[in-house]
């Protein structure tokens, strides 16, 4: 069975200028979960403390798609396999040396926070791409490329990749690039820079976007957590019997 480590924040903060928490962005973990979950992979939810708290802004339902609304119904029902699965979050460290196929970092600003330093999430992604698996990260998630050395090769993971994440234009709209300058954090952007990266932009900030290098898939906001689980299963899939092939 394939094996997905589907990595959230622990970090839950004040961050919003109204003083709003920031956090696990909802959208951003619960639907590569269904994607995979969908496709019968065995989906573990990890945080580097084994606790998390949801970003203020992911659960609003205010002006929410139908499809997302339909989505919202596996959160609100607190006996629906996601549900289930978020009451049974692991600590990256009780499963950092088990073998993941796929490892997927969702996001939210409280990555910015931990993701750098989240060093037992850090292992499986580098575990998981040295053992011939995918991974993905969108939004916020390439925050845990930041100080992600690869041990096999003694360099960055992204070093030499195309990457994208969430642009500096949209910290931008959102008023947050104060804030993000305040508490010493590194955007997506700053991340690509700082890691040896080449930085793939949108067309638009808002747009379903992703990119895919070899076995490291990224997207850039939350409109593209779908389409980066989409795609992380389409690159597992060509891998396995590329693998299977030889």
Not at 49 to 59: A, L, M, P, V
Not at 136 to 154: M, R
């Given at each position: 069975m394939v094996k997905v480590l589907l990595a959230i924040s622990s970090y839950h903060g004040k961050f919003y200028p109204e003083g709003s928490k920031t956090g696990v962005y909802l959208t951003e973990v619960l639907e590569p979960y269904m994607e995979f979950t969908k496709k019968g992979y065995d989906v573990t939810i990890a945080s580097e403390?084994?606790?998390?708290?949801?970003?203020?802004?992911?659960?609003?339902?205010?002006?929410?798609?139908l499809h997302l609304r339909n989505l919202y119904t596996a959160f609100c029902k607190k006996d629906s396999p996601f549900s289930k699965a978020m009451k049974n979050v692991k600590k990256a460290s009780d499963v950092e040396n088990e073998r993941f196929d796929i490892f997927f970092a969702s996001a939210g600003h409280a990555t910015l926070f931990d993701y750098p330093k989240a060093k037992s999430l850090q292992k499986i992604a580098a575990d998981t791409y040295n053992n011939g698996g995918v991974?993905?990260?969108?939004?916020?998630?390439?925050?845990?490329?930041?100080?992600?050395?690869?041990?096999?090769?003694?360099?960055?993971?992204?070093?030499?990749?195309?990457?994208?994440?969430?642009?500096?234009?949209?910290?931008?709209?959102?008023?947050?690039?104060?804030?993000?300058?305040?508490h010493n954090l590194v955007t997506m952007e700053g991340v690509a820079k700082k890691e040896g990266a080449t930085y793939i932009a949108p067309k638009g900030d808002w747009d379903s976007f992703t990119v895919v290098d070899g076995r490291l898939v990224t997207g850039v906001n939350p409109q593209s957590a779908q389409k980066g689980a989409e795609d992380t299963i389409s690159t597992y899939e060509k891998t396995r019997n590329q693998t299977e092939y030889n």
């Open positions: 403390t084994g606790t998390f708290g949801w970003d203020s802004h992911s659960i609003l339902f205010e002006g929410l798609s991974v993905t990260a969108v939004c916020h998630g390439p925050a845990i490329f930041e100080n992600l050395i690869n041990p096999k090769t003694g360099e960055p993971l992204i070093k030499g990749k195309k990457i994208t994440g969430f642009t500096d234009s949209a910290e931008k709209t959102l008023h947050l690039t104060n804030t993000i300058k305040k």
